[in-house]
């Protein structure tokens, strides 16, 4: 059974990157797939210490939701950053989240991570040009593949202010579709 993990970084639980995420669970479908969503925004999450125990022991030592996250994404098939432009980047949610990732990194720089773990990143903006903020994504893609995850694609909604906004951008529901079948393939 193939499982997909969604890591929300919106502080809107029923915002754009909600809706945009909607339509990528659309594309995994539901036979024998299942799919874990968290709302980062909603869950108690500190930030990474740096005190590196997790190179040691394996496991972050702060107890708070990010442990449930990181036994998720360890069994998980495929990952799903999903999160709104704030400030050029991710949001500072998801930014929490993906600075907890460390424990995923072994000394020597090797992964503790399965192999060909996908990982898709969503992205809302406001602005419609979806290739401003591009580069920042590619290199949040090229440092998870640093810590071991598999493949990456993006996915930018661009124009999105509202959920609404969405609605009329049929190319863009349809290709969310499509990457969360390739999250299942």
């Known amino acids: 059974m193939k499982k997909i993990v969604v890591l929300n970084g919106s502080p809107h639980e029923h915002g754009c990157t909600a809706t945009l995420v909607n339509e990528v669970i659309k594309g995994v479908g539901s036979q024998g797939t299942v799919v874990k969503s968290y709302h980062l925004s909603g869950m108690t999450i500190k930030a990474c210490q740096g005190c590196r125990a997790c190179s040691e022991k394996g496991r972050c030592v702060q107890q708070d939701g990010m442990q449930e996250i990181l036994d998720e994404i360890a069994s998980a098939d495929g990952i799903v950053f999903a999160t709104p432009v ?49 580069h920042y994504f590619e290199h949040v893609g090229n440092n998870l593949l640093f810590l071991g995850f598999g493949s990456y694609k993006i996915l930018i909604a661009g124009g999105t202010r509202q959920p609404e906004d969405l609605v009329n951008q049929t190319e863009l529901l349809e290709e969310a579709r499509q990457m969360g079948q390739w999250l299942v393939e």
Do not use: H, N
């Open 86 to 134: 704030y400030m050029w980047q991710m949001s500072a949610q998801l930014k929490i989240a993906v600075d907890r990732l460390l424990p995923f990194l072994r000394p020597g720089y090797t992964s503790s991570l399965e192999s060909g773990k996908k990982v898709l990143l969503a992205v809302t903006q406001g602005r419609t040009e979806t290739s401003l903020f591009r």
